[in-house]
């Protein structure tokens, strides 16, 4: 069964621009998180969709944006790039939602502000 | 609220030596617990996870770690590191209260001397 892939794995950006980032889950998997993972924060959960709708939001400003469709793949958009954006954007699959599932992690997306 | 603290940023050991990466959480109710690995420019791969029943748990490559719910703490042990075991660690708990978000430590990087 293939894992969780995201696209692009690697992005450069300006300040200012806009950037979105996919993750296509496991075959099967309906809930997808996003989390951001610098040196200075560590991994940082974003947000949490299941069956098409955000279960979970963590404390991020609202230039950080989600979706997911029918087929469970999502998107995240983040708008008005600043520098501190910079980081490696992991997405994460699991089953269901909550409880003790175990979530399986893609490579990431490596997104760099100029 | 739930938090993770991981001991120590860094740990290095000589090959076949003990490797020991503490784990300590606080949660008003019982969590459930993971280790995940991260190796260099890939995401995260669980080790294993602790959610009910024996609480000594043993994972991928021969780690383990034991759920002291007393001590509120869920170490990882090896008793002898490999070189391929040079990588990040990271400790992660989720429970009901916090809607199963996962919450991880600032991570433990690993080197493996030869």
């Given at each position: 069964k293939a894992g969780v892939t995201q696209t692009p794995r690697y992005l450069i950006k300006t300040r200012g621009q806009q950037v979105t980032l996919s993750c296509s889950p496991i075959s099967g998997h309906r809930s997808v998180s996003w989390y951001q993972q610098t040196p200075g924060q560590g991994l940082q959960f974003?947000?949490?969709y299941f069956s098409e709708?955000?279960?979970?939001?963590?404390n991020f400003p609202g230039r950080f944006s989600g979706r997911q469709f029918s087929n469970s793949r999502s998107e995240m958009n983040v708008s008005t790039l600043e520098l501190g954006d910079s980081a490696l954007y992991l997405c994460a699959s699991s089953l269901a939602s909550g409880g003790a599932d175990t979530q399986y992690f893609g490579p990431g997306t490596r997104l760099t502000v100029l | 609220a739930q938090s993770v603290t991981q001991l120590g940023s860094h740990v290095s050991v000589s090959e076949g030596?003990?490797?020991l990466l503490r784990c300590n959480y606080s949660s008003s109710v019982p969590p459930y617990l993971f280790w995940y690995v991260q190796y260099p420019n890939q995401g995260l791969q669980l080790l294993?996870?602790?959610t009910t029943g024996a609480t000594l748990?043993?994972?991928i490559n021969g780690f383990e770690a034991e759920f002291k719910k007393s001590e509120t703490s869920f170490h990882l042990t090896k008793p002898s590191a490999h070189m391929s075991d040079a990588a990040e660690y990271f400790c992660a708990v989720t429970a009901p209260h916090n809607d199963y978000k996962l919450s991880f430590g600032a991570g433990t990087t690993v080197t493996v001397r030869a």
């Amino acid at each position: 069964k293939a894992g969780v892939t995201q696209t692009p794995r690697y992005l450069i950006k300006t300040r200012g621009q806009q950037v979105t980032l996919s993750c296509s889950p496991i075959s099967g998997h309906r809930s997808v998180s996003w989390y951001q993972q610098t040196p200075g924060q560590g991994l940082q959960f974003l947000f949490e969709y299941f069956s098409e709708t955000q279960r979970n939001k963590g404390n991020f400003p609202g230039r950080f944006s989600g979706r997911q469709f029918s087929n469970s793949r999502s998107e995240m958009n983040v708008s008005t790039l600043e520098l501190g954006d910079s980081a490696l954007y992991l997405c994460a699959s699991s089953l269901a939602s909550g409880g003790a599932d175990t979530q399986y992690f893609g490579p990431g997306t490596r997104l760099t502000v100029l | 609220a739930q938090s993770v603290t991981q001991l120590g940023s860094h740990v290095s050991v000589s090959e076949g030596a003990l490797v020991l990466l503490r784990c300590n959480y606080s949660s008003s109710v019982p969590p459930y617990l993971f280790w995940y690995v991260q190796y260099p420019n890939q995401g995260l791969q669980l080790l294993l996870k602790y959610t009910t029943g024996a609480t000594l748990v043993k994972g991928i490559n021969g780690f383990e770690a034991e759920f002291k719910k007393s001590e509120t703490s869920f170490h990882l042990t090896k008793p002898s590191a490999h070189m391929s075991d040079a990588a990040e660690y990271f400790c992660a708990v989720t429970a009901p209260h916090n809607d199963y978000k996962l919450s991880f430590g600032a991570g433990t990087t690993v080197t493996v001397r030869a």
